[in-house]
């Protein structure tokens, strides 16, 4: 029985939605340029909408929009050999190599969008543009999306995406999984640029809002990509350490949009699914081999996540986590980190200190948060001129406006 057509159009939708951006990544690798790619990709869905409600779905969508969309861009590139001489050689190169009727099969395409996160986050690229890359060719948001994400006007995206492609272009950067031997240090990159684009959504670094639930979804899709393909240990580290903190995102604001803190929050409201399955990754990061930052971070959220209340939680085990942590990746960050820890373990005196040392080697004098960590424990030993002096220095330096609320609440509470 024929499916109505408009059934079929809800199904292209869904394909869209759910496969564009795998066949882009095929058409990206056969055609060889992201831009051509972007075409084609449109190219085969307007075929699809214009063939499928009369033909039929195709057994395997995906393969079809692939080879409909490369047959497409190799007609329009003849189409302009005529006027542009130089044409002629890529339409050369483009000809299949087969019947014109060939149907690429699903396995043979598996692997090209982790291919594409590889060329979009290659090393040659400076660290903005591989994020601009990655969220728009690989994720497929818009640059204007993009822009509003790290608030930067989409002129700026737009120029470190086409230097990024031209980067890619003219280096001749290959798109491929790298060998073997190049894998770690190359994983690394990837996983940093996922991490960056996950943090940004989690705790937005300026803006109205204190978080960004599109930019975190996206990361964690990117995070499972990495997982299916490239089971590694930190890759499924970062996928766990994502999950476990995106279980808490409906606590971590209140009605209003303001920041309500750890200790504070409704912990029925944690997401007990993302915390099974991210506890669950876990467990393979430490079972597949030697783990690194991105695991022993899940595992300090899964000791948060274990906890029934805030009192419940166990700070020694937290505390001595992350003096692993130092030892695999030292950081100011992870410093600052550990000092809050060691104030719930061994009482606010021990927490200043720690973070007086940090503040008088001057390597976090700008972060906002730095401060803003002293003056809550000023304030929770008394010493209520000094947390002042910290919290308006916290307040001078933040660029949130839920984190300056939640700092001017603060000040205004010390009177």
């Not at 340029?33 to 499928?52: G, M, N, Q």
């Not at 497929?140 to 492609?165: C, D, H, N, P, Y």
């Not at 419940?312 to 990746?329: F, G, H, K, Q, S």
Request: hydrophobic share 45%; net charge negative.
């Amino acid at each position: 029985m024929a499916i109505p057509p408009h059934d079929v159009h809800r199904q292209i939708e869904e394909i869209y939605r759910t496969e564009s951006r795998r066949v882009f990544a095929s058409l990206v690798r056969l055609l060889g340029d992201f831009d051509v790619a972007e075409d084609a990709l449109h190219e085969a869905f307007a075929a699809a909408v214009d063939r499928w409600p009369r033909d039929g779905i195709p057994a395997q969508p995906r393969a079809w929009l692939v080879s409909t969309g490369r047959f497409k861009a190799i007609d329009a590139i003849r189409r302009r050999v005529r006027f542009d001489a130089s044409l002629g050689e890529i339409a050369r190169r483009l000809e299949p190599a087969g019947s014109p009727a060939e149907e690429p099969d699903e396995v043979r395409f598996r692997d090209d969008p982790l291919r594409l996160i590889f060329t979009c986050c290659h090393p040659a690229l400076s660290p903005e543009t591989r994020v601009a890359l990655t969220l728009r060719e690989v994720c497929g948001l818009t640059t204007e999306e993009v822009a509003s994400a790290f608030l930067v006007s989409g002129s700026t995206i737009a120029q470190r995406i086409v230097r990024g492609k031209a980067k890619i272009r003219d280096a001749g950067i290959p798109y491929e999984v790298p060998a073997l031997a190049e894998l770690p240090a190359r994983l690394d990159s990837v996983l940093a640029v996922v991490y960056l684009v996950f943090n940004e959504g989690y705790s937005a670094s300026s803006g109205e809002s204190h978080t960004r639930a599109d930019l975190s979804a996206e990361a964690i899709r990117l995070g499972r990509s990495l997982v299916e393909l490239l089971p590694y240990p930190e890759a499924l580290g970062l996928l766990a350490l994502m999950l476990l903190h995106d279980s808490r995102r409906a606590a971590r604001t209140d009605a209003n949009g303001d920041i309500v803190l750890l200790a504070d929050q409704d912990r029925s409201l944690w997401r007990r699914d993302g915390i099974s399955e991210g506890k669950a990754l876990l467990e393979r990061a430490f079972a597949t081999g030697p783990v690194g930052s991105y695991a022993l971070q899940a595992a300090i959220s899964a000791v948060h996540s274990e906890a029934a209340t805030a009192e419940e939680t166990d700070w020694a085990r937290i505390v001595a986590l992350y003096d692993l942590l130092l030892r695999i990746a030292p950081s100011p960050v992870v410093e600052l980190n550990r000092a809050v820890a060691l104030a719930m373990r061994d009482g606010c005196e021990a927490g200043l200190a720690a973070v007086d040392l940090l503040i008088d080697r001057g390597e976090l004098s700008g972060y906002h948060l730095v401060h803003a960590a002293r003056a809550d424990l000023c304030r929770r030993l008394g010493r209520r001129d000094e947390a002042r002096a910290a919290y308006e220095r916290a307040l001078a330096l933040a660029q949130q406006e839920p984190e300056r609320r939640f700092l001017a609440g603060r000040l205004r509470e010390l009177g």
